[in-house]
């Protein structure tokens, strides 16, 4: 072995490595592995803060036709809702929305909010991430859409599912989730809001990590280059976390995207859940995905 050799008289002369060379070299190793280790944890504990996303036993009691789906990994289970659409049978089936929630959130808080898809007649599935909620194991981009797929292919086996018209709805870290998801399944609409390009240009922008170093890359931005259906991005103008920047580079790499920007910052945009789907509807009636009444 050969450390970088000086040069003398001008010539390159090669050096032989000694102990305290060797040595040395060893130390840097291992401080350059351990500040890598810090640096890996670090971002997983930072864009997963699954601590954060606590549920209680059971939280689903009085959501309108909520079934528990379940999903078996290594070391437990992770957990799914599927909320039937209103008057949707084996004879009647209908669309479905694939709903992925934000950092910090669970499945639990978001019935409400999309009971208005299932009075569209829009079934809903709401899967949880690892060790968020009552899943268990740890959360990564990998797993996480592992686990979604496999919901995915759980739930257009069912009768009363219109596997054609599977829609994906994805807020904030969500959004990186539906992005992941995107061209593994087929999709008939996409909605984001309130997210990023990527996990990546996000980390480099805000803090200036190197995009390299980042492990769950989330790479919205150029799956929606591929991605040929219809495609809605939502996005606050007093974003801090997520600057509208990305919404509007989002749209822009969608070949069939749209942006609508609303006033307010991340967790609270639309204003309001009207507004919210004052554009969904038209959007999705557009797509052919939701005939309006």
């Known amino acids: 072995m050969f450390v970088i050799p000086p040069i003398e008289r001008g010539i390159l002369r090669a050096v032989p490595l000694t102990t305290s060379h060797k040595r040395w070299l060893l130390v840097g190793g291992i401080v350059l592995a351990t500040l890598a280790g810090i640096v890996f944890g670090l971002q997983r504990m930072l864009l997963f803060p699954s601590s954060m996303a606590r549920a209680s036993a059971d939280a689903g009691e009085g959501v309108v036709g909520r079934q528990q789906l379940w999903l078996q990994i290594r070391g437990g289970r992770v957990e799914a809702w599927f909320l039937p659409g209103d008057g949707v049978d084996a004879d009647h089936p209908g669309p479905v929305v694939v709903f992925a929630h ?4 669970t499945i639990d ?17 709401l899967p949880e991430y690892r060790g968020y909620g009552r899943s268990k194991g740890s959360p990564s981009e990998s797993a ?16 009363d599912v219109d596997a054609q018209r599977v829609i994906l709805h994805g807020r904030s870290l969500g959004g990186g989730v539906v992005g992941s998801v995107l061209g593994k399944r087929p ?16 980390a480099n922008e805000k803090w200036w990590v190197p995009r390299f170093v980042i492990l ?3 790479d919205t931005r150029t799956a929606l280059g591929k991605y040929e259906g219809p495609v809605l991005v939502v996005h606050g103008r007093d974003d801090e976390l997520i ?24 967790n609270n945009t639309p204003p309001s859940v009207d507004e919210l789907w004052a554009v969904v509807d038209p959007f999705l009636a557009e797509a052919g995905v939701l005939a309006l009444k």
Do not use: K
């Open 102 to 105: 934000g950092n910090a959130e």
């Open 109 to 125: 808080q978001w019935p409400p909010t999309l009971r208005h898809y299932q009075e569209r007649g829009i079934s809903v599935l």
């Open 144 to 159: 996480i859409v592992d686990d979604v797929l496999a919901f995915y292919d759980l739930i257009v086996e069912r009768p």
């Open 187 to 202: 999709a008939a609409a996409v909605i984001l809001q309130s997210t990023f390009t990527s996990v990546a240009d996000l």
């Open 216 to 218: 769950d890359p989330f």
């Open 243 to 266: 600057p509208p920047a990305h919404a509007e580079a989002l749209a822009e790499a969608a070949p069939n995207g749209s942006l609508v920007m609303f006033d307010g910052g991340h």
